[in-house]
């Protein structure tokens, strides 16, 4: 079974520029997401999406959004770049909405790089 | 706030050796209590997790962690380490607060060597 896909694996933009992240979920997986990770930090959470809703949000700015599709792939929306929004934003699907029913599966992320 | 700590950035060890990674969360909830590896240029992999139950919990590739909560540590163990154990190794905790949600530490890179 393929695992976690996300696309495109690398990307480069110019500060200001807005960048749209794509992410598909292990097939059966109705929950998706998100994570950023700077270079040298542990992955920090932006967001995450159960049946197409909002369940949770992390701290980042109102720049980042997201949304879930009916067939729980997921785009991840980035606007207005800055310098510090380089990293790698990693995507994650697991069966169901909470961690004591399963665990999260990660994708091997999008590396976005803003000059 | 929920924090996570690994206090050891680097963990050097020869291979056959065991090795310990630590980490120590801060709660005053119930947790669930992860460690994941990454590779180079990859995503995390889940080694094992601790919902509830035995403390002692195993995992993929020959890992253990054990759940203390009165020490509030999930560190994890190998017997006998490998040169393809070289990666990064995060410690997380969902803080079951209804949404799935991980509050990641800021890894301990093993680093094997011959």
């Known amino acids: 079974d393929a695992g976690v896909t996300q696309s495109p694996t690398h990307l480069i933009k110019t500060r200001g520029q807005q960048v749209t992240l794509r992410c598909s979920p292990i097939?059966?997986?109705?929950?998706v997401s998100w994570y950023q990770q700077v270079l040298g930090q542990g992955p920090q959470f932006i967001f995450q999406y159960y049946e197409k809703e909002e369940r949770g949000r992390g701290n980042f700015p109102d720049r980042f959004s997201a949304r879930q599709f009916p067939n729980y792939s997921s785009e991840l929306n980035v606007n207005a770049l800055l310098l510090g929004d380089s990293a790698l934003y990693l995507c994650?699907?697991?069966?169901?909405?909470?961690?004591?029913?399963?665990?999260?599966?990660f994708g091997n992320g999008t590396r976005l790089t803003v000059t | 706030a929920q924090s996570v700590t690994q206090l050891d950035s680097q963990v050097p060890v020869f291979e056959e050796a065991p090795v310990e990674l630590r980490c120590n969360y801060s709660s005053s909830v119930s947790v669930y209590l992860f460690w994941y590896v990454q590779y180079p240029n990859q995503g995390l992999q889940l080694l094992l997790k601790?919902?509830?139950?035995?403390?002692l919990v195993k995992g993929i590739n020959g890992f253990e962690a054990e759940f203390n909560k009165s020490q509030t540590s999930f560190h994890l163990r190998k017997p006998s380490v490998h040169i393809s154990d070289t990666a990064e190794y995060f410690c997380?905790?969902?803080?079951?607060?209804?949404?799935?949600?991980?509050?990641f530490g800021t890894g301990t890179r093993l680093l094997v060597s011959p």
């Open positions: 994650a699907s697991s069966l169901d909405s909470r961690g004591s029913v399963s665990p999260l599966h």
């Open positions: 997380a905790v969902d803080m079951n607060t209804g949404f799935q949600k991980l509050v």
């Open positions: 601790y919902l509830s139950g035995s403390t």
């Open positions: 097939s059966g997986h109705k929950s």
